[in-house]
């Protein structure tokens, strides 16, 4: 007789992630080691998503992944994450910044939908694009080319190419969910490319 199923049990447990493997070979993995500062895949036995797709959830409090040495001493590079804001301010969604004087954060604030803060020895410049942040899942992208120009872009909507004079990208650690210092992001987030070079992404993805 085959064995038929007549009772569930149902799963109410969190899951959280302690490695995001990177798909792309070249395994630069995110870690997180600290079970507390793990952020959270399953939610009481439901996946987390955004728009269907699974997500990973940063708690806005201590929870981060990271990663040594990504884009350290780069002069040209591009980042691009599928993101939703849970909770809007100045969430460092990814950074190498040393949460003082240098590196560069995907840091949207109160009047933008994007913005790519660049930093060096306490000097901002910024490129950035709308008026409004979104806490619905959008894509988050910017890139810096030869450490003279950056743009920002939220979805398809492109924010104005600003001149970058300088910038310091010694910052040794990549951070999703923070940065170096004390500034963390409630966010979920399903996707995160970064590129060594500058790229396009709007001629890239569509």
């Known amino acids: 007789k085959p064995y038929q199923q007549t009772t569930s049990v149902a799963n109410t447990a969190n899951g959280f992630i302690t490695t995001w493997y990177d798909q792309s070979g070249n395994r630069r993995n995110m870690t997180q080691a600290t079970a507390a500062s793990q952020p959270r895949i399953v939610n009481t036995g439901v996946l987390e998503t955004n728009n269907g797709k699974p997500a990973i959830v940063f708690d806005g409090v201590d929870d981060a992944l990271s990663r040594a040495a990504v ?24 950074a190498e910044f040393d949460g003082t004087n240098n590196g560069w954060a995907i ?55 600003t ?16 940065d170096s210092g004390a500034v963390f992001a409630n966010v979920a987030i399903s996707e995160a490319i970064i590129f060594n070079q500058a790229v396009d992404f709007l001629s890239t993805i569509e």
């Open 107 to 161: 840091t949207p604030i109160t009047t933008t939908q994007n913005r790519l803060l660049l930093r060096s020895s306490g000097a901002n410049t910024t490129a950035q694009v709308g008026s409004t942040p979104s806490t619905n899942a959008a894509v988050y992208s910017a890139y810096v080319a030869n450490v003279s120009s950056a743009a920002a872009k939220f979805n398809a909507v492109s924010g104005t190419i």
């Open 71 to 94: 884009l350290q001493g780069l002069n040209s590079f591009s980042i691009s994450t599928v993101a939703r804001l849970i909770t809007t301010g100045t969430p460092r969604i990814i």
């Open 163 to 178: 001149s970058v004079s300088q910038a310091n990208f010694t910052v040794p650690d990549l951070f999703i969910g923070r």
